[in-house]
């Protein structure tokens, strides 16, 4: 395990308010031990919802890699990716962050790599608003001419537990056609669609699209993502913005391919709350419109909080369609918001990975 030199004092720095105790007591530690390294995880994602799978996982999964979305068009992420041709880093160092244990060392890095430079007197310009760990990664970029080795270094550094790739190492541009009344789950007709929405940033604010797709249309996967799925034990999928998250992964043709036809068992989380991409959905919807995309995608078990189901016989239905049982369990954070809370969503994952093995 990595350590702080020893020579020399070093401040210490303010740490998040990540614990390393599970205040819930959730966790089996007999369980976690049933897990070898060939029940290895893939994670899909991006954003918030992808870092509280990750950070779940990281406590219970021997093998962990996460592959994550390249559409990003925003903030820090849009700005290097304009000013210097690279991947949008954004999602890719939250994953990384959040894979950092809950050592002195590891929850540093994490608050290192999330932390933000402000200007206050040219906002928008220069260092304003450039996540440090966004820099670090497009520097070993550049350095190293490969994505993949480069956040492999990144990972090192950090000492994260687990590894992360991009969905693509090609920047990719998500679109959709927003009609207001349509059906998400179903293709918008012709007449219907009023405007298309390009961009992630955009997108993610609107509800009523149909017709999401990526841009270039048949840009490669990344192999060694590809390589991952192929060879998982478990694939999850899920929780996190719905079209600009988690319906990516499905888009990419051979991305989508590999998810389909790989043997791993396939775990979809839902979100415990409805955002601007989903105030049109309900909990069922959000599964109808993963098999619309993919229809040749078949999941093993639906994971959702009863709370936030509109209509638990509906989401049992949905997933019967995909061949899917729910596992029902509580996993809101203790203020009923609506953030997963990663030791509830470890121990469900825990139950559910045990009595599928």
């Given at each position: 395990m990595n350590s702080f030199p020893t020579t020399g004092a070093l401040p210490r720095l303010p740490l998040s308010s990540r614990r390393d105790v599970d205040p819930y007591h959730s966790l089996d530690p007999s369980a976690r031990?049933?897990?070898?390294?060939?029940?290895?995880?893939?994670?899909?994602?991006?954003?918030?919802?992808?870092?509280?799978?990750?950070?779940?996982?990281r406590l219970l999964a021997p093998a962990l890699t996460a592959v994550v979305t390249v559409a990003d068009d925003g903030g820090s992420s849009g700005r290097l990716r304009d000013d210097l041709g690279v991947l949008p880093p954004g999602d890719l160092r939250m994953a990384l962050a959040a894979l950092c244990d809950d050592s002195q060392w590891g929850r540093t890095w994490s608050d290192v790599m999330q932390h933000r430079f402000s200007v206050k007197h040219h906002p928008d310009e220069g260092l304003d608003n450039h996540a440090l760990g966004n820099l670090l990664i497009v520097t070993l970029w550049q350095l190293l001419g490969d994505p993949v080795e480069g956040l492999r270094w990144a990972g090192a550094l950090l000492g994260a537990r687990g590894q992360v790739l991009p969905m693509s190492c090609v920047p990719l541009v998500i679109e959709g056609d927003v009609s207001p009344g349509s059906d998400p789950t179903v293709a918008c007709p012709p007449e219907s669609i009023t405007r298309t929405v390009t961009g992630q940033s955009r997108l993610a604010k609107e509800a009523d699209v149909c017709n999401v797709r990526l841009s270039p249309e048949h840009a490669p996967a990344c192999p060694e993502a590809v390589t991952a799925i192929e060879e998982a034990a478990w694939v999850v999928l899920g929780p996190g913005s719905w079209h600009t998250s988690v319906l990516p992964h499905l888009l990419l043709p051979q991305l989508r391919d590999a998810i389909c036809a790989s043997p791993a068992r396939k775990l979809v989380t839902l979100n415990l709350s409805r955002d601007s991409e989903t105030l049109s959905m309900g909990s069922g919807d959000q599964l109808r419109v993963l098999q619309r995309y993919a229809p040749d995608l078949r999941l093993d078990?639906?994971?959702?909080?009863?709370?936030?189901a509109e209509s638990p016989k509906d989401v049992e239905a949905a997933a019967a369609q995909l061949g899917a049982v729910v596992h029902w369990d509580s996993l809101r954070d203790r203020d009923g918001g609506s953030v997963h809370n990663p030791f509830k969503l470890a121990a469900a994952y825990q139950q559910i990975m045990n009595a599928e093995r």
């Open positions: 031990d049933a897990l070898t390294d060939a029940d290895s995880v893939v994670a899909l994602g991006g954003g918030h919802g992808l870092s509280a799978s990750l950070s779940a996982l078990v639906v994971l959702a909080d009863p709370s936030a």
